[in-house]
Every structure is written in structure tokens, then in C-alpha cells.
């Protein structure tokens, strides 16, 4: 009776062995949960990335990308004319633009008018000047990096009713074989544009001189080079 308890036990005992020493199973390794230093690589690519992104050019001060074209000053223009400014500029971030007449704000509504600003030219535009726009007008350009300005100076020449003048000697009188053709010359000095009109003297029944005591004349057409 003891024997079969002893062999009873013995083949527990084995049993109980065989099933501790059995090997735990293993995940296949494409199963494997991916690893944190595969996720802090991921951050850290990204954080360049975004480093890469957000780099912003170098701040540059307003300065002149012109000058030679702004040496002139001063502006006389006779009245009725356009006048226009300009102040070519750059800088980073890009610089903005203003005005002043007399070293005070200048607004559309302070001339008859108005003005135009176009800044793609960075540039003011008048029309039709007339005295009263006479003054110093300044551009200043500026962004948060720096400021420049320029000055220029308006002189409107108002104009004075006269009537036109003829330079002497002219036109001249010519001689010319018969059939060839002739030219005068005639030059004018005048402040509104003038209007020319050429006049040939005639004869009519034999006179050259009306009932109303004035030449007989015949105005002529205008002739344009390369016209028979």
C-alpha cells in the first residue's frame, strides 16, 4: 500500500516539474510595441523641422535704393503741371510710407484735388499744381528696425496772361524756282499753349485789300512730312 502512494507521488512531483520548466511563449516581433527612443527620435525630428520653419530673415534698417535718383531738391513747375516725388526704399520687415508738407501730416483733403500715394514706386503724385502747393514736402520711411526721411522743395510758378511772342527774323522771306517746294519757319514763345495758323495774302478781283480794310488771306492746311 505504501509503494503505490509513493509512486502516486513521484508522478505528481514530475508533473509539477515538467509544466515549471516549460518555456513562457514569445510575441512574434512584428508584434513588438515600438520603443520611447523610437518616439523621442520622432520629437526630435520634428522639433528641427519646426526650428527649420519658423527662421525669419535678418531685420534690416529703411535705407535708400536710389539716392541718385532723389539729388534734386528743388522743383520749379509752372502752374497747372503734375508733380511727382519719389522715395525708393527697402528694409526688412518692409518699411511703410508718409507724408509731410511743412513738417505737418499731409492728408488728401489738405489740397484742391487731393494727391495720389502709389507704393509699389514708393511715390506721391500732384495734379494740377497751383500756388498754393508751394512748400517743402518730406517722405518718411520707417519701419521698427529704424527711420529715414527726405526732403524735397516745390516752387509753382503761377502763370501771366501775355500774348505770345514771335522770335525776330522769322519766318524769313525765301526765293525759290517754280514748282519746288518751300518751308517757313516759325518759332513762339508763349505760356498757354499756343495755336498757329498759317495765313497766305491774295488777290481778289485785282486787290488785296477788302471793303473792311483788311488783307485778302487764304489759310492754309497744315503739310506733314512724307504727304504729297
Not at 515538467?18 to 518555456?23: D, G, K, N, S
Not at 512584428?30 to 531685420?59: G, M, Y
Not at 525776330?168 to 505760356?191: I, R, W
Request: glycine letters at 4%; aromatic letters at 8%.
Amino acid at each position: 500500500m505504501w509503494s503505490w502512494k509513493c509512486l502516486l507521488f513521484w508522478a505528481v512531483l514530475v508533473t509539477a516539474t515538467l509544466c515549471t520548466a516549460r518555456p513562457a511563449p514569445t510575441l512574434p516581433e512584428q508584434d513588438a510595441l515600438p520603443s520611447s527612443e523610437d518616439d523621442d527620435d520622432d520629437d526630435d525630428s520634428s522639433s528641427e523641422e519646426k526650428e527649420t520653419d519658423n527662421t525669419k530673415p535678418n531685420p534690416v534698417a529703411p535705407y535708400w535704393t536710389s539716392p541718385e535718383k532723389m539729388e534734386k531738391k528743388l522743383h520749379a513747375v509752372p502752374a497747372a503741371k503734375t508733380v511727382k516725388f519719389k522715395c525708393p526704399s527697402s528694409g526688412t520687415p518692409n518699411p511703410t510710407l508718409r507724408w509731410l508738407k511743412n513738417g505737418k501730416e499731409f492728408k488728401p483733403d489738405h489740397r484742391i484735388g487731393g494727391y495720389k500715394v502709389r507704393y509699389a514706386t514708393w511715390s506721391i503724385i500732384m495734379d494740377s499744381v497751383v500756388p498754393s502747393d508751394k512748400g517743402n514736402y518730406t517722405c518718411i520711411v520707417e519701419n521698427e528696425y529704424g527711420s529715414i526721411n527726405h526732403t524735397y522743395q516745390l516752387d509753382v510758378v503761377e502763370r501771366s496772361p501775355h500774348r505770345p511772342i514771335l522770335q525776330a527774323g522769322l519766318p524769313a522771306n525765301k526765293t525759290v524756282a517754280l514748282g519746288s517746294n518751300v518751308e517757313f519757319m516759325c518759332k513762339v514763345y508763349s505760356d498757354p499753349q499756343p495755336h498757329i495758323q498759317w495765313l497766305k495774302h491774295i488777290e481778289v478781283n485785282g486787290s488785296k485789300i477788302g471793303p473792311d480794310n483788311l488783307p485778302y488771306v487764304q489759310i492754309l492746311k497744315p503739310w506733314k512730312r512724307g504727304r504729297p
